[in-house]
């Protein structure tokens, strides 16, 4: 069977790597090195390029390095809250016309706030370029945050709110998880969009002191994408963020520890709720919070239990024993604190949460106790390697991918060296790691089920 | 108001408007020496492969007493096939890093094909496997069945989902496209692999397909690869269309309680083919009501001064036997019967009115534009290549466009609001449990 392994991918991935890739895989050696350009400019700011002449369209993408755990409890959703009002106009553009300026000059652009990150994006045609980069570096110092026009947003908000928690018994049950995971009031238990009452209560002054104290060239990164190059944006960057002033900003800090009362149960019963769902998060290092050597093993670790339906969990729970209607484990190691290795199982019907508990227990158990294969760890790296060839195929997922990580405390060579690290782990890596992260007193166990008597 | 002058004047001195750009993809129309059509752009910057492809019949023509089979079938055309199981099937895409997979929409049976190039021979040897020997397994149907039955059991408790299905209920009653393409829990229990055998057959037809390709493929070669993958299917007459469609002509409002804090709310009216001469117009009216973003009237009067919603927006929707123009949003259930009453304003401001000179231009520009914003992988630039295909237009057609939209009049588009904004074709929907809306049976 025709099988493309490890050894090919990774000659498509790695810049220099030591053999050289077959001469069929010659270009994808060359979308591998992908060519991102960077340079800092005097006032701090980061910028990263990354040339495709695929389409004549270019995306521009600012990442401040602020998100929602940089916040305190009673003052939840500001970071968010914040990202609405940068489209409430400066003194050269109006309230509402970033987007209608974008869009009349055949471009779309949005915004999204994360626990540790705030981006705004646009994509647009090339020539375009300026354009948008002149208006994001206008509202990087002088947007206006109006009481006017802060009490619709607020009500918007509050809507969005409604709609993707409110309306949702899975997010809120995640909310109430994370509190115990992570410890109540403390970063990445509150959540992004905030508490409803903190929505309410946030006002002018909150949002313009959260403004003052994190929006800055130097706390920010600039990736352009698309039919440019890295001396046309220089050229740009330099006049419309270059001039604007550096600001001190406090260092980012957040805890090494998670919640101090765990294992935990967490029990969401909710008439909307029509099938069940048991799963289990672990406090997890990530690349920069806790045993992060354990970063790159518990990916292939998550892929191979539970990434795919020829997962193991997927394979034994779903396939052969019936037990769940799917399953899955994931686990994200771009967070700038702690973060969670996650395994998820719906069961299949007449099966109860406690028939799934002891079965992925089970495999859990067998895992650490019998190891995996090589064949398998090698499968999972195959698979995450290809997906990050594929991602190059994507104009979108490149800034994703290097904002991301500038905002969580990697570097752009933590990206570029990732297909060699995730290439270097080893069975014995993965079960050390598994056993490092399935323990006890670290983990949080959701249930999602419907009412009481509703079923 | 003086302020305001200013301010305009400021903007237009301080930016630099051009017109949307123009674009063209050099788009080979190849014939195959089995006598298969399709479309390729050759694309040498990315080591990728990407196919979109399509057959005639959907879940529309599910048989009856069956509801849920089409889509039960495209499902499991990728759970195993000739000597291999779902698992086994499945790791070799896995291992040959390729993606495959089949869709059910309610008039097509629509697949697309991922891979590296280095890899082809064995992504074009999956899609043959898939095509021609699925094996349909008592075992991975049952897995599937189960699975679609719990996901048809959630939907009916999503707000979003209600709202559609009960949508597509109240607009199509009597009419194949009122069916739920996942199926009901008595159709999917009818399913039987021989029954799914059959289905495929009456599906997989050579003389339906259309097929596009974008990558690293040359045009001899592709040929080669389509023959290999689809040249053994057997021509054949597709399922019948589904019967004309007769529009509503009285308004009706249709609450669905659910408990939850938000109401979701459609709206939906009688839309335009898109073959139709005033398409174009229509594209540009509804990009000024409530398409594309965050420009539009709808979000600038519901959620920008009202804050009434997160999301409010309108689109057009063709299908083989209808066209609809669906406005959408979700409003506290306080609030729900604001924002409908607002958006039937907006309605008739549109309709009595039109757009203005401003609106028509931005609107110009942004669809002339945005077209190139949707090329930006593989996967998208050979799914807009298949959708021309379907939609009966031309390869030059991405030339022509500009043209298009840019001969459309004021006057086209407050003809265009007139015929499509009516009143008395509205069909509303709210889910949840909406203060102040009154069910119109």
Partial sequence: ?455 | MKRLRLLVAALAAWLLLVPGMAFAIDIKEITTPLGIKAWLVEDKSTPVVALSFSFSGGTASDPSGQAGITDLMAGLLTDGAGSMDAQAFRQRQEDAAASLGFNASLDRLTGSLRVLSANRDEGFELLRLALTEPRFDADILNQRRAQTLAALNQAAQRPGSVASRTLMETLFAGHPYAADPDGTPQGLAAVTPDLLKKRAAELLLRNSLVIAAVGDIGEAELARQIDRSFGVLPTGTPPALPPEWVPPTKPRTVVVERPVPQSTALLALPGIPRDDPDWYAALVMNHVLGGGGQQSRLFNEVREKRGLAYSVSSGLRTYKRAALLVMSTGSANERVAEALKVIRAEMARMRTDGVTEAELNDARTYLTGALALSLDSSGSIAGLLHSMQIDGLSPDHLTRRASLIAAVKLADVRKVAQRLLRDETLTTVVVGKPVGVTPEP
């Fill in chain 1, 1 to 455: 069977m025709p099988l493309l392994g490890r050894r090919a991918l990774l000659g498509g991935l790695l810049a220099g790597a030591a053999l050289p890739p077959a001469p069929a895989l010659a270009k994808l050696f060359s979308v591998g090195r992908r060519n991102a350009e960077t340079f800092t400019l005097a006032n701090g700011l980061q910028a990263i390029v990354l040339p495709s002449r695929r389409a004549p369209i270019v995306t521009q993408v600012v990442v401040y390095k602020v998100g929602s755990a940089d916040e305190t409890f009673g003052h939840t959703g500001a970071a968010h809250f914040l990202e609405h009002m940068m489209f409430k106009g400066t003194d050269k553009v109006p309230a509402g016309e970033f987007s209608r300026i974008v869009s009349r000059n055949g471009g779309r652009d949005n915004a999204y706030t994360t626990f540790d990150s705030t981006g705004y994006h646009q994509t647009i045609a090339a020539e375009q370029l300026e354009l948008v980069m002149r208006m994001e570096a206008d509202r990087m110092v002088n947007v206006h945050i109006t009481e006017r026009e802060i009490v619709p947003e607020r009500q918007v908000i509050l809507e969005e709110r409604r709609m993707r928690t409110d309306n949702v018994p899975a997010s809120l049950l995640d909310e109430a998880v994370r509190e115990q995971l992570y410890g109540r009031h403390k970063p990445y238990a509150m959540p992004v969009i905030g508490y409803a009452d903190d929505i309410r209560r946030l006002g002018v002054n909150d949002l313009l002191a959260f403004y003052r104290r994190h929006y800055a060239p130097n706390n920010a990164v600039l990736i352009v994408a698309g039919d440019t190059t890295p001396e046309k944006v220089r050229t740009l960057a330099e006049r419309h963020y270059g001039p604007i002033a550096r600001r001190r900003t406090e260092p980012r800090t957040r805890p090494s520890q998670g919640g101090t009362d765990l294992p935990q149960k967490v029990v969401r019963a909710d008439a909307r709720v029509a099938e069940p769902r048991w799963s289990r998060l672990w406090l997890a290092p990530s690349y920069r919070v806790g045993e992060t050597k354990y970063a790159y093993a518990l990916q292939v670790l998550a892929r191979l239990f539970g990434g795919t339906e020829t997962s193991r969990l997927s394979r034994v729970l779903v396939n052969e024993r019936r037990i769940g209607l799917s399953a899955y484990a994931s686990y994200s190691p771009s967070s700038l604190g702690l973060t969670s290795f996650d395994i998820g199982v719906h069961p299949a019907k007449s099966r109860s949460m406690t028939d799934v508990e002891d079965a992925v227990m089970a495999e859990m158990k067998k895992l650490l106790d019998g190891g995996v294969t090589a064949e398998e760890v090698e499968r999972a790296q195959n698979q995450l390697l290809a997906a990050a060839i594929y991602s190059q195929d994507s104009l979108a997922s490149g800034p994703r991918i290097y904002g991301t990580a500038l905002s969580t405390g990697s570097t752009v060579a933590d990206v570029d060296a990732w297909p060699e690290r995730i290439a270097a782990v080893t069975a014995d890596d993965v079960v050390a790691a598994a056993r490092h992260v399935w323990r006890d007193d670290g983990a949080v166990t959701a249930l999602l089920t419907p009412a009481e008597g509703s079923r």
